[in-house]
């Protein structure tokens, strides 16, 4: 079965950096654009970064452009989200998932994995 799990989550200071993992399994990785959702507490969820089946075209929210790198490997089958200069309004679970399209594309994600939390924090 189609399945994506987060890792890579923690516990890091302002300014610190961090690198979330998803590892995919169950469906052709390298066919499908990925992207990276988030949940702050208390709040709804946020689109946060978006990544083409291929790997060559990226697209971010205004909140983390500049900070946050998408990658993917598709020969490992695992998607990448490299956070740097943290705030602590970066604080949230993240959650990988899977897009039914090769490009990004709106509101598409059909699976979910289960997130990862990201504390920043004094």
């Known amino acids: 079965e189609v399945q994506v799990v987060e890792s890579g989550g923690g516990l890091v200071q302002p300014g610190g950096s961090l690198r979330l993992s998803c590892s995919a399994s169950?469906?052709?990785?390298?066919?499908?654009?990925m992207s990276w959702v988030r949940q702050a507490p208390g709040k709804g969820l946020e689109w946060v970064s978006c990544i083409n089946s291929g790997g060559g075209s990226t697209t971010y929210a205004d909140s983390v452009k500049g900070r946050f790198t998408i990658s993917r490997d598709n020969a490992k089958n695992t998607l990448y989200l490299q956070m740097n200069s943290l705030k602590p309004e970066d604080t949230s679970v993240y959650y990988c998932?899977?897009?039914?399209?090769?490009?990004?594309?709106?509101?598409?994600?059909?699976?979910w994995g289960q997130g990862t939390q990201v504390t920043v924090s004094s």
């Open positions: 169950g469906f052709t990785f390298s066919n499908y654009a």
């Open positions: 998932a899977k897009s039914i399209s090769v490009d990004c594309v709106r509101d598409d994600s059909d699976y």
